[in-house]
């Protein structure tokens, strides 16, 4: 036998939590003992526009909580932003920001990064300066370097089971609590 009685039931657990039927707009299932947001249906994310294009995809393909920005530097409409995602399963999603729409991640397209990921026992702890966020959450700043090229600077933040980063290359503190705040604060 494949998988012992313990692990039917709890594969048989973890079926009823994300059935659709069961729970139409979100549903809390644990995953290795930590709670999960998981979100079907979500209806109503308040967003940046540059983000319009990409959220029925995003939507379909992930099941925990879109937090995105409404507050993006540079997208005041000199230069077009765009959204472009990497990846969007179940449990993870990454969003470049860039420059043109073919954008892959190029020094020279490139404005930043959002990413989004279930904590798991696996997931490192939270590492750089710690700042304030707004709904009394706690983030962790990562400032960028410089070589050949800069890297982004980044702030990580968990909220309801989920890891969320933004990133910016060359990014400064004060506008990544800003974009932060902005998808903290629907």
């Known amino acids: 036998m494949i998988?012992?009685?313990?692990?039917?039931?709890?594969?048989?657990?973890?079926?009823?939590?994300?059935?659709?039927?069961?729970f139409p707009k979100s549903a809390v299932a644990s995953v290795n003992h930590q709670a999960q947001l998981i979100a079907q249906g979500q209806t109503k994310i308040q967003s940046n526009p540059v983000f319009r294009p990409i959220l029925p995809k995003?939507?379909?393909?992930?099941?925990?909580k879109i937090l995105l920005p409404k507050f993006i530097p540079e997208?005041?409409?000199?230069?077009?932003i765009y959204a472009i995602i990497e990846t969007a399963s179940q449990k993870k999603y990454d969003i470049l920001l860039g420059f043109s729409p073919d954008c892959n991640g190029g020094?020279?397209?490139?404005?930043?990064?959002?990413?989004?990921?279930?904590?798991?026992?696996?997931?490192?702890?939270?590492?750089?300066?710690?700042?304030?966020?707004?709904?009394?959450?706690?983030?962790?700043f990562v400032d960028f370097s410089c070589g050949a090229n800069c890297s982004d600077a980044t702030l990580t933040w968990r909220q309801q089971g989920v890891q969320y980063t933004v990133g910016l290359k060359a990014g400064d503190r004060a506008s990544l609590v800003k974009m932060a705040n902005s998808a903290i604060n629907p």
């Open 107 to 140: 020094n020279a397209c490139r404005l930043g990064v959002l990413s989004a990921e279930a904590v798991t026992q696996k997931t490192p702890r939270l590492t750089g300066k710690r700042v304030s966020l707004a709904k009394g959450i706690t983030g962790y």
């Open 58 to 64: 995003l939507k379909q393909k992930t099941q925990i």
């Open 3 to 22: 998988l012992g009685f313990k692990q039917i039931g709890t594969v048989c657990a973890v079926f009823l939590l994300v059935s659709p039927s069961s």
């Open 75 to 80: 997208s005041d409409g000199e230069y077009p």
